[in-house]
Every structure is written in C-alpha cells, then in structure tokens.
C-alpha cells in the first residue's frame, strides 16, 4: 500500500491504480476499508469516476452498523467533496469542505445551520452543470437527517424543499417533483389536514406541468382545488384543468367544460393577460379539442375566430389557426385549400419570435404538411418533411419526446403504406430507444411499439426464425407484467399478448389475452366499447378465416359490427400516452368500421356469397373514403369487390373496377418509388401483378361486355413487365451520366453496398437501410420526375402507332383467378394467353393458347418439344390459335411471359410447313421495347471483348473429368470441366473479327479472371462473347451448395437466396470457390448475374452467351431472374443465349457461322437464322440446333 501512495505522491495514477488493482485480493483480505479509501482519490483525479463511486459505496457498506450516524457524516463530507471534484468544481469543493469541518456536529440542534450551509452549494453545482454533485448533496444530507431524527419531520421536510426549490429554479422539474413528493408523504404522516399542507399540491402541479407530466398535475391540481378556499384560485385553476385534459387527450370532457364556463374565464382571466390573450387562448383550445373530436366545422369556427382577433403582435396565434384549418379540409381532401392554409400558415409562423411558436412549428405544424403529402400519397415528400422536423427538434428541443415520437410513428406508417418494411422497422427501432430511454420500458408507449414491431414480424412470416424472446429480449414483457396493478396498461399488456400469439397462430391463446383485455376495459369503461378490443376480435376474426373456420370468423366479424353500431361518441380508445392521451375519434371508428366491413365481406366471399359480399365491401368503401379518403385501403377493398365481381360474373361492373384499379396502382408505384429499395420495389411489384393475372384470366367475359376492355388488358401487360428493369436502367443511366462528383461518390458507395452481403438477418436489415437511404439521396439528387410518368403512359395506342403495316406485336401474358365451386378462393391452374395488336386493328385482340398444367408436361420434354409430334402438339396450343390474327404480317415482335420464356418461338414456328420461313421473329422483354427501339441508334462494332478456353483450377483443386455432356447435378460434385472446343472457337473468331478490322481483347487460359471481367465495366465495349460454363441453379438445390453458403442469412437459413445469385457464368480460377466456397478475395472466378446487373455497358451491341443454359432463370412477371436479366439492365442491346446444355462441336459452328454472317454484313438476327441453318445441315436433330435463342 505504501508502494501504490508513493506513486500516487509521484503523480503516476494510472501505475497506482494497476499496483493496487493487482493486490486486490490481498488488500482486501487484510483491510479492506483502506484498499476502497485509497483508490477513492485515484480514480477521481483520472476521471473515473464510476470506479470512484462504487468504492465509496464500499466503504460504506463496510461502516454500516459501527457508530453509523458519526460514521455516515464522514462519509457526507467525503462523498460531497469528491462529487464536486468530480464535476471539476473545486472552488466548491474547498468551501464545502471548510464549512463542514466548522459546522460539522451531531447535535441536533445544529442541523438547521449545517443543512442550511450545505444547500447553498445546490445550485452552484447545477449552475457549472454538476446535476449528479446536486443529488449526491441532497440525497445524503436526507439520509443524515433521516438518520438523527426519522423522515417524518418538519426538517426533513425543509430539506426535501431545499431541493425541490434549487431543482425547479435550474429547470429540472422531474427532480423537482421526486423531492416534492417525498416532502408530501412527510406532511401527510405529520398533519392529518391537508389545509395544512395544501402549497405542497400547488408546487407539486407546477412541477409536473413544466415536467410534461399532465396526468400527474391533473391529479395534484385535483386535490388543490378540492381543499382551496380561494374562489379566484378555484376558476384559474378549472381553466388549468381543461388545458390538461386537452394534453390528456380528454377531449370532449374538455370541450363541454370550456364552452359552459366560457364567459366565467373571460371574465376572470381578462385581468391577467388582457381579453383579446385570454379569447384567443379559449379558442385555440377549443379548436384543438374540437379538432380531435372529429368536430372539424367548430374547429374551423374557434381557427377563424382566432384569426378575426387584433393581435398583430401574436401572429402565432394565427400560424395555429391557419395550421387548424388546413387540417380541417385534409379531412375533406379539399387540396387546393390546405396548401393555401398551410402557406399563410408558414408565413405567420416565420413572422413569430415566440421560441415556444418555433418548437410548435417544428413539432406539429410540419406533421400537418406531412400529413397532407401523405394523403395524396406522396409518401416520399411526407417522410422528408417528418425528418427534418425531428432533426431540428432533437438538436433544438430535445425534451418534446412526444412530438419526436409521434414523427417516428407516422414516419413507420408512412414507410409501411409504401411498403418499405425495412424502413418501417427502422423508425420503429428509433421510436423504442427514444421511449425506453425517456420514459423506460414500463410505459404503455413502449408496450404499443413492441406492439407494432409483433405485426411488422407477422407480415414478413420473420418468426420462424427468431421467436419473440429475440424480438423482445429477454425479460422485456415480464418487466410489464407488473403493469398488471393497473388496469388500463395490463389489458393493453394482454391486446399485445393477443397479437403476439396470433403470430405464433395459437388461436385459442389470442382469443383468451383478448378476453382479458376485453374484461379489463370494461371495467375501465362500463359506459364504452373500446376500439383496441374490437381490432383484437378483428384479428381473432382474421385468423379464424384464414384457418378456414368462416362461420366461426363470420360470428366474430359481426359481432365487431354490432359494437360499432352504436357510433363513434360511444367509443373509446385507450390513453396511449402518459401524458397524452388520445380519446377515440370519428376517424377511429370509421376505419375500424371499415376494417370490419371489409373483412365481413371477405369471409362472405369465401363463403361465396357473392351479393352479400359485394354490399359490405361497398359499405366498407364508403367508410374508409369518409375515414381517410380513397387511400391503400380503399384500393385493397376496391380489390377485393373487383373479385366478388369476378366471381358472380358481373363483368360488366367489374370492368370499372379495374380501370379505376388500374389507375390506383400506376400512381401510386410512381408515389412509393423514393420510398422503396429496388428489392422492395420487386416485392410490391409482384404483389401489385396479382390483380392483372385476375383481369387476364376473366379477360374473355370481361370484353364481351365491353369490347375496348382488350386495350386494358394490353395496357396492363405494357405496365406489368419488365417494370423494375425499366425504372431501374432509367435512373442509373442518369446517375452514370451525371458529371457532379457528389452524384459519382453517392453511386460509388451504392454499388458498394450492393456488393455486401449481409451474415445475418439484422446486417442484411442494415444493410437495406443504408441502400434506401443512399437511393433516396440519388434521387433526390437526380430526380426522378418523368421515370414513372412515362412507364404509366406507355398504352397500347402507342405501339400501334409505331407498328409497320406488315407487323404485329404480341404479348404473352399468365392468367390465373379462383375455382368457380371452391370455398375459401383456392387458386384455379394457370393458362396462357395472348394479345395481339397491329396497325389498323381498332382494338387488340385476345385469344386462348393452353393451360399452364399441359405446357409444363410437354416443356419439361426439353429440346424434344420441337421434332416429331411433339412439336406438332405444342404449336397447336401455342401457334394456331393465333394462326387466323398472323395474316398479311411477316415480322412479329413478342414478349413471353411464365415458362413461355423456355419456349424458342423462332424454332416451333419453322417445324410446320404453314409457318416456316414466312416470319421474322424479334423476341423482346416487353412490346414496350418497341417505342424504345425508334429512340436508338444501330452501334457499330467498335471494340470485341471474348473469353474462351478458360481454365477453371487454380492449382489447388482438381476436377474431375467427365463425358462431353453433364447435367448440373454432376457438374455441382465434380467441378467444371475444361472446355477444348470454346479456344478453338474464340480463336477463330477473334482472328475474323480482326481481318475485318474490330480491335479484340482476348482472355485465355488463366487470363480469364473475373476481375478482367469487371474492368469492362464502363469501357466502350459493344460485342462479348463468353464462350464458358453457366449456370443456373433453383433455390432448393442451391441450399445445399456449398457456394451458395455465403448467401444464406444466419437467422433465416431457409428463406430464399436471390436468382440473380443463383445464376452466372464461371471464369477463370472459379473451381476452388465453387467447390470448396472458401475463396478469400471478391473476385473468386464465379461472376454471378448479380455482380453483371452492377456493371454498365453503355455501348454494348450484343451479348453472345455461348454456354449451357444461360437464359434460364427464376421465372416471374419481370421476366427471367437470371443472366438475360442481368446483362439486359446493365445496357446490352441484345443477347444470344441458350435454353439447354448444348453440344461443343455444335456451339462452335454455329458461333463461327453466326460471326461470318455477321461480319458480311448480315442484320444479327438474320446471321443467327443462316448459323441455325448451317447447324441444323449439320445435324438435323433440335437439340443441337434449336437451344440457342435472340432477345432483343
């Protein structure tokens, strides 16, 4: 011990404190006392001040019980001393000590002078901003005095006001309120009359109001005016309390209390702020009480009286009126009037200098506008507005919890209506550390937001996974269960419970928690039916119908009608704010009205009863547009009437329906597009399909009642297809072209981001947030205006106009809808269809091919689909039908859809006579193309890039070799083979492309790296030729690659990996990683369709794929998910590719034809057909001829 003060003496702490830490278990087994006292200064003086304390709660702990209170006093004076050490205040530190040392006695009679001396370094530590020095000073001179005398004293009540006054004069309010209280429960042991002790009431209002503790000051300004005898103090106060019930969210008991008692407050009040103040005062608060009332026409009459008022020199008050207003006519959607309202608002607001109008500014009028963007569903704006007004509140007023947490909230729905799920979470996120942290995991506030994050999960099937004690941590919902005490929170605890065992569909648990709430909130509310507890029936309801129990889901459904019934003033929704509540609103019930009325007419649908079905959904209708106008969940009902509709066959009112539908979907794609990250964009895209596989299915009946119905349907194809690869080579061809260096570094770090890959499901979440974060900024910064605009206006009007006379443009499309005799809307098989369109036609045409069932069985015959009778079966479905709509055409461009994308249309057309030789087919992603195609220019051959005759080992892994022919199952166990033939073939080529005079780059042997792929990049590249190994690999078998291993997320092994993944080419060096997946670097030799869709290839002509099944893919409404995909969205004009594994011998003469053609001046598509020829003289046999396909 001498050793660590000698040290110490030398001003060597940090060695002091490792000496003595290393002694520790000596030290402590001889005197523990002096091991604590000496380490006590060390870690003061090095700031740490943590370690500081816990060794001076060990002293003390050790002294207990040994002359305590002599002791305890000792300790008083080194605890205060070193708190203000602490707090660098050392000048207090000397005179506390100076003063202790005088005063310092055990007599009791003394203690008035000591404390009295102690409190005056109170607020010093508070005013050099000591608030821990502060409350170590009071906390133990209370335990001094409780230790002389007891609590219940008159002196320790002095002291508990010493505090509380130092506290509330530093703007401390919530320890204000802990030592007013504490001072309470001391007057309520000594005096049995509370007159005697009524200032402490008043204190304890004033205390909880500046705290934003509104229940709290509505309890303490309760029990001062019951035991006040001051009638003045009486009124003031009854005014008080019905500010707090507004903040309460006590709406209408607020509304009722200052319309009778009006001209009494005017009266009184006039006196202290003048009559103008006070009218203003009164009718802001009306018009916020009426406002949420769902009163909006005496909200707007209290606003417009605000603003007739003289106060010039109060323009805050009409900057709230104004922000009222336009709040009442958002409700009415009257747009033009909002924005007119919120402009003059926005100008009364930046002409006030009232601090408090600003924080009213940031923390609620820019939730109005918002609100308004949000309306009109422009998402994107409404997330923005909400952003910048928690940025400035949390740098400027970072105590306003609520208006943060409430721009959080309506952030997460604004996201979740767009559909950006990862966004959602994220606010959600935000909005738990900001409540947790503010108010602790107790408040109903955090049980609400646990509550949304069980639904986010629910939506995403995420549970699986990671079961709730993940979600919620361990120990989270047992910290709330002693909220049990209190029934307002224990039957919220038991709504989240309901919805939690809804997720892990344990219906019978969600219906006995929901039993429970519902016991609860009747007690609460014997006089009201609480909306919480009808949405918990609705849930149970739900999931009921979904379980296939209709008339058990039916009963519940009408039994949360039967609730509803009696109207919104009967209904109440629970206080989801300690401090602010919110009481049931019209709106409230109109959506649940309208939530019910939908699902009622869901389950009648299922039940198909169709009549009864489509008036609940015209009711329902009717509700949300009253509710929140004609939102998402209008358009879901709307959705779901379509299908009543559909299935009653009521065409004729269904072909409405779905334009208006149809409408719906293109605007709000174009609104959600700054919100969602191109994964997510796919994800609603699919989903959003759903209604046009319904309106192709029940297309035939649907035109026969009206005839220009076909345009609709070919409009809806131009819109469905190719969509994401559409939208997605528009904005990065602008963020490749822009020049700004803050434009190139945000695109570099997306491409970055795009690169990682998450290891697991919350890295991959992050990940997706910083990629829409990025996207958001790349927009914003080139603006996406015209992307979507244009998309939407492309019609079916437009391709005919640009069609030749001799042309006729098809698009293949997928129908499905429901089985006509089945419960419960079972999916019907699929079918396929075409619409064909040409110049001079007044409308398309629709025509029947097949069922998807007997396509599948005669594709999966692979290339013998196209030889002997077969063939003949397969053009039957798929070619005659369309036979009577082909005449006096010679050039057919094509779009395919399903697994029509297997079918080589080229091919099957010149297996019968009737057909052969008298068309020229141009496949494309989309008829859409079309239009395009006049915009482009033909590219010259300016440079050739070929890889061929790759080695795929490195060294260190073999493979085996193998027969000239393997399927994907022996190639995934013994590697990829070398290829002889593709360097005799890139050879050749490249010596006719340079005879011809195109510059060529050839890779070779280990040349072919994938980092030499990647450089391409960018380069003016316009002919590639990969004459290599590809692949394509479904998700079930890539589970079990170990390739593919890298891809998986650790919580979700099983969810799927992306096609784009899943498929790519393999170049030079890629056998290790396949086999092995323990490449160390990026560039592991396996070029995925994925790391191809992040290049760019601005003057790419064509693509030539010379390698096995390289246009296959996952196959969706977008087209293949694979390397045509790929390739096509990274800027390749067209690309030439195969269906199956194919023959060396015959791949080289086809490719070697194909480029002789070609290089003799032949259009690509007619040098493919003239090497199809040669290869087909060759062999006659399709496999060897018939694999390769042109997309254009």
Known sequence: MQQVRTLAAQQRMEEAIALAESQRDLMLAVCPEAYHRILIPLYAVTGQYESCFENMLAVREIQQGENPRQRYRYLLLEDAALTAMVESDTASCNLLIQWFLKE???????????????????????????????????DNMLQDCALAIGENTEMYMTVCMMAASTFSDAAYPDYAIQYLEKALASARQLWSNPHDYIGLYRSLFSACLAAGEYAKAAQYIDDYMEYTEIREDLARLSYFRCLLDIYLGEFSKAYTNLQQNQENYIAILSLLMGEDMIRANLANAMAVAALNLGYYEESERHALSMIALPLDKNPEYKALAYTYLAFCRLTRHDFPQVAANLEK????????????????????????????????????????????????????????????????????YYYGAAGNEESRIDCLLQAEELVSAAWGTENPDYVELINQRVGFYSDLNLFDGIGLEVLWGSGIMDSISNLETINHYSAYYFLTLSDASLVEQDYHKAVNHALMASVLYQELYPEQVTVDVIHAWYNIAYAAMESGALEEADSLYALCEAELQSGPDAVHSQTRHSATGMQALPADWMRMKAQVLSGRGLCRLKQQDYAVADNFFTQAMEAWEDGQGQDENYYRTLSL?????????????????????????????????LLLTESDMAAYIANAQEIYKLAFYYGQPCVAADSSFSRDLYDAALFSKAILLWTSSQWRNRALSALDSETQSLWAEWQRLQKEDGQDAMAELEKSMDILRLENRLHQQLGQEGIYERLASVSSEGIKRSLPGNTLAVEFVYAQGFEADARNLTASEGSYWALLLRRGWSRPVLVYLCQEKELEQMMNQGYRVYS?????????????????????????YFASAGILNRLNLDVLFSTQEETAGKYVLRQLLSTREILQREEKHARSLALAVLYGGLVYEDGTVQS??????????????????????????????????????IPVKLYTGMEGTEASFKTLSGSPVSLLHMATHGFFVPNGEARDETYFEQFRLGHFPDRSIDPLQRSGLILSGGQRAWLLGDADEEDDGILTAKEIADMHFDSLSIVVLSACETALGDIAQEGVWGLQWAFKLAGADCMLM????????????????????LLLGKPKREAFRMAQEKVKAWNPSPYY????????
């Not at 609620?364 to 409404?382: H, I, M, N, S, T």
């Not at 009653?648 to 409408?663: C, E, I, N, S, T």
């Not at 039957?876 to 055409?889: A, F, G, N, W």
């Open 868 to 892: 002997g009778y077969l063939a003949g079966k397969v053009y039957d479905k798929i070619v005659r039908p369309m036979l009577p709509y082909l005449q006096e055409s010679d050039t057919i």
């Open 1185 to 1192: 001829w018939a694999a390769f396909l042109m997309i254009e």
């Open 1138 to 1157: 195969s269906l199956w594994e194919v023959n060396d011998q015959a791949t080289s003469l086809l490719m070697r034809e194909f480029y002789k053609q």
């Open 641 to 673: 009437q379509l299908i009543s509709c559909y299935m009653q066959g009521d065409f004729a009112k269904a072909v409405p329906l779905f334009r208006q539908y149809d409408r719906f979907l293109r605007h709000d794609l174009g609104a959600k597009s």
């Open 104 to 138: 310092y006695s055990t007599d009791p009679a003394k203690m008035d002078t000591l404390y009295t001396g102690l409190h005056q370094f109170g607020p010093r530590y508070l005013a050099g901003g000591g608030e821990r020095a502060a409350l170590w000073l009071y």
């Open 960 to 997: 085996a070799t193998s027969s000239n022919f393997q399927g994907y199952d022996s190639l995934s166990r013994q590697g990829w083979r070398y290829l002889p033939e593709s360097k005799e073939e890139v050879e050749f080529i490249a010596g006719e492309l340079a005879s011809a005079g």
């Open 345 to 412: 608002a926005e100008k009364y607001f930046a002409a006030s200098s009232n601090e408090r109008i600003q924080r009213s500014y940031h923390a609620g009028f820019l939730r109005v506008r918002a609100a308004c963007w949000a309306a009109q569903g422009d998402y994107a704006k409404a997330v923005e507005i909400l952003r910048k007004a928690n940025g400035w509140v949390s740098e400027n007023a970072p105590e306003l919890i609520l208006a943060q947490w409430r721009n959080l909230i309506d952030m997460a």
